[in-house]
């Protein structure tokens, strides 16, 4: 057995099948193949209900295309998916016009459409986690998405303070700032933000991962972590006064690190997560360790959301190269996280009872 299936297959109890829904993201990228490989393999039915948030001509002119040999069915809205099958829930009647490849207005139209009705079947309980394919975060954008990504769309629609998560089995890095432009990272960094990110990551190392006392590493802002003032001052004016005041309070978080060897030194192997400053910082290393594997997790908000770790990928879309790989392990860490919640609601609604948690 496929080593992600029978790991997911370990968490499995009586309580039955998670509704995973997905929204199906640009029409023109790699989105849809990428979903429909991975529930090409049936096993993924036996203990999840997958519901695809687009329409039943859409999905059968990409299965088509793609040459994807799966059987769906085509319900009018989430509260009447049957267990045991590949649910499409039809969302728009029309044919959009696919082009793949293309950064059309059009695909970014539906994206939209797909995600809205995802997100809204999430907050009235008619699925129980949320996996996001691939948006073009331009074509995207319109009166009702004014956004740089999932990440801030979630954050309006849903409660909590949300976190770019990016995970693995044995990696996790958060993010400062995500979606920023470089030059405006430094001055949106500031105590409120350090505090509330690294609350934030504590919380969700705790109740999505089960780890006791969550350790956490602080990247620096500057090179070298500003080589004490010589090459920028924020480290020393507002990292380094949080962390000391956060460390004096019990919370186990260090640094800053220098950023440049961090990760080929391996020291993240000795935390828990990594906080990182700013986007690439973070992503850059996660993604060269862990592509492929990696998931971005929407921590911090009362709902699970993931997402694979790659974009679009218009070079490749529509001719069935994609590798479905993260998109899988995307689905299977929703489901996971969100066995991981059930059972630490219920562990601590009954303090005298063990709790099951690492370290």
Same mark, same amino acid.
């Given at each position: ?12 109890? %009586? ?49 088509? %295309?793609? #040459? /994807? ?11 009447? =998916? ?16 696919? #082009? $793949? ?8 139209? +539906?994206? !939209? ?8 079947? !999430? ?5 129980? =986690? ?12 319109? @009166? ?9 769309? /979630?954050?309006?629609? /849903? @409660?909590? %303070? ?56 602080? !990247? ?21 006064? =949080? ?7 019990? &919370?186990?978080?260090?640094?800053? +690190? ?20 700013? &986007? ?16 971005? +997790? ?15 990928? +218009? ?16 689905? $299977? ?8 919640? @059930? ?17």
């Amino acid at each position: 057995m496929h080593r992600t299936v029978a790991k997911v297959l370990i968490i499995m109890d %009586e309580n039955g099948k998670i509704k995973v829904g997905i929204s199906i993201g640009d029409l023109n990228g790699i989105g849809c193949e990428v979903v429909l490989k991975t529930f090409e393999d049936s096993r993924m039915m036996d203990f999840c209900t997958p519901i695809l948030f687009a329409s039943n001509k859409t999905i059968s002119f990409q299965k088509n %295309e793609l #040459q /994807l040999n799966i059987k769906y069915h085509g319900v009018p809205n989430a509260s009447k =998916v049957l267990n045991g099958k590949i649910n499409v829930v039809n969302v728009w009647k029309e044919i959009p016009k696919i #082009q $793949f490849g293309q950064p059309t207005e059009e695909a970014g139209k +539906y994206a !939209l459409l797909s995600l809205k009705a995802a997100v809204d079947a !999430l907050k009235n309980g008619e699925i129980d =986690v949320l996996v996001t394919a691939p948006i073009n975060k331009n074509n995207i954008q319109s @009166e009702e998405f004014k956004f740089p990504g999932h990440t801030d769309y /979630l954050a309006q629609e /849903l @409660e909590g %303070e949300s976190l770019m998560f990016m995970i693995t089995d044995d990696l996790k890095v958060g993010l400062l700032t995500d979606h920023v432009a470089v030059k405006d990272a430094p001055s949106a960094i500031n105590p409120i933000l350090i505090r509330t990110k690294v609350r934030t990551i504590e919380k969700s190392l705790t109740m999505d991962f089960g780890v006791r006392r969550p350790k956490i590493a602080l !990247l620096g802002i500057n090179p070298h972590s500003g080589d004490n003032g010589v090459i920028g001052k924020e480290d020393d004016a507002i990292l380094k006064p =949080v962390i000391k005041e956060m460390s004096d309070a019990g &919370h186990l978080v260090f640094g800053p +690190y220098a950023a440049d060897s961090f990760f080929g030194s391996d020291g993240y192997k000795k935390f828990d997560a990594i906080l990182a400053a700013y &986007h690439d910082q973070g992503l850059i290393p996660f993604k060269t360790l862990s592509f492929g594997k990696g998931v971005n +997790y929407t921590a911090g908000l009362s709902k699970v959301r993931t997402s694979p770790d790659h974009g679009t990928a +218009y070079e490749i879309a529509g001719k069935g190269q994609a590798d479905h790989s993260s998109f899988k392990e995307a689905v $299977f860490a929703a489901i996971k996280i969100f066995r991981n919640r @059930e059972e630490y609601a219920e562990l601590t609604q009954n303090p005298l009872q063990k709790q099951k948690v690492r370290r």
